[in-house]
Nanobody, 112 residues
């Protein structure tokens, strides 16, 4: 239902762009979100964006990450700039459309 892409290895200070697209029985999306999880820790919210475009960022990523959504394409993107080693995690997209749908996760590694 959700296909995420864009993870990879990047050096500190670099940028990556994650994308996630909905398909199948998902016809409209109320809320999009990105979460991340480090092995052994709980999944945490990175950012969410409402259908009206209001975004709510975690303090750790404010000013560095930008979420955007394309309602016509039923997709969301996360532009990540000035990446830090502590941003290393598996990133999951979330789509709220009647219920929660999760993407498969994409690994982001920030390292030299």
């Amino acid at each position: 239902q959700l296909q995420a892409s864009g993870g990879g290895l990047v050096q500190p200070g670099g940028s990556l762009r994650l994308s996630c697209a909905a398909s199948g029985n998902i016809f409209s999306v109320d809320i999009w979100g990105w979460y991340r999880q480090v092995s052994g820790k709980q999944r945490e919210s990175v950012v969410g964006i409402s259908s009206s475009g209001n975004a709510n960022y975690a303090d750790a990523v404010k000013g560095r990450f930008t979420i955007s959504r394309d309602n016509a394409k039923k997709s969301v993107s996360l532009q990540m700039n000035s990446l830090k080693p502590e941003d290393t995690a598996v990133y999951y997209c979330l789509c709220v459309s009647g219920r929660n749908y999760w993407g498969q996760g994409t690994l982001v590694t920030v390292s030299n």
